[in-house]
């Protein structure tokens, strides 16, 4: 008996088994297919040493580079930047608004300096966490370099003083004809 109803794709008809279909492979094939399956350990042996090789020939070259840069120690005092900053836009009289605006571009600039400095290498430690040693301090390049990214201030706002306290009181005195603090 024969039945032609149409079989659904991807179903054998009844009595058809799978495992016993053979697979023809011509003779060239054959020889490498049986040569990859009797030599799968050495194979996977050396596959596993070049790679092996590669990533040891890597990591020296990393390494290597990594002893060739010169690494420097500096200290900045980020907090007498910011004081000082802060202090020059209290006294500027300009709007709120402004004074926001024109600290955080600032704040951005005083950024980008320090990441200069670290791209190049340079490790920067703030001036309160150096206890001893000799570590250059280099909080007036980092000022400079921040002053002179930024747009000259608007609205009348100066800069700030970079004079120390002292400087500033001496200054006063001498604006107002102090006898420069005798009590006189």
């Not at 670290?118 to 390049?141: F, H, M, R, W």
């Not at 700030?160 to 005195?173: E, K, L, R």
Request: with cysteine; aromatic share 4%; net charge positive.
């Amino acid at each position: 008996m024969h039945d032609d109803t149409p079989q659904p794709q991807g179903e054998l008809p009844l009595g058809m088994d799978t495992a016993s279909t053979a697979v023809v492979v011509p003779g060239k094939r054959r020889r490498l297919l049986t040569f990859l399956a009797s030599h799968r350990r050495q194979i996977l042996a050396m596959g596993l040493t070049g790679a092996c090789l590669l990533w040891g020939s890597w990591t020296t070259h990393k390494l290597l580079g990594l002893e060739q840069r010169v690494t420097t120690i500096r200290k900045v005092a980020l907090a007498d930047l910011v004081r000082e900053y802060v202090q020059g836009q209290a006294r500027s009289g300009a709007a709120p608004d402004q004074i926001t605006a024109e600290t955080g571009a600032y704040l951005k600039a005083l950024n980008l300096a320090v990441a200069r400095h670290a791209a190049q290498g340079e490790v920067l430690l703030l001036s309160n966490a150096v206890v001893a040693g000799d570590v250059p301090d280099i909080t007036a390049t980092i000022r400079d370099e921040t002053y002179a990214s930024l747009a000259k201030p608007q609205g009348g706002a100066a800069a700030p003083s970079v004079a120390s306290p002292s400087a500033q009181m001496q200054q006063f005195f001498d604006t107002k004809g102090a006898d420069h603090g005798s009590g006189k």
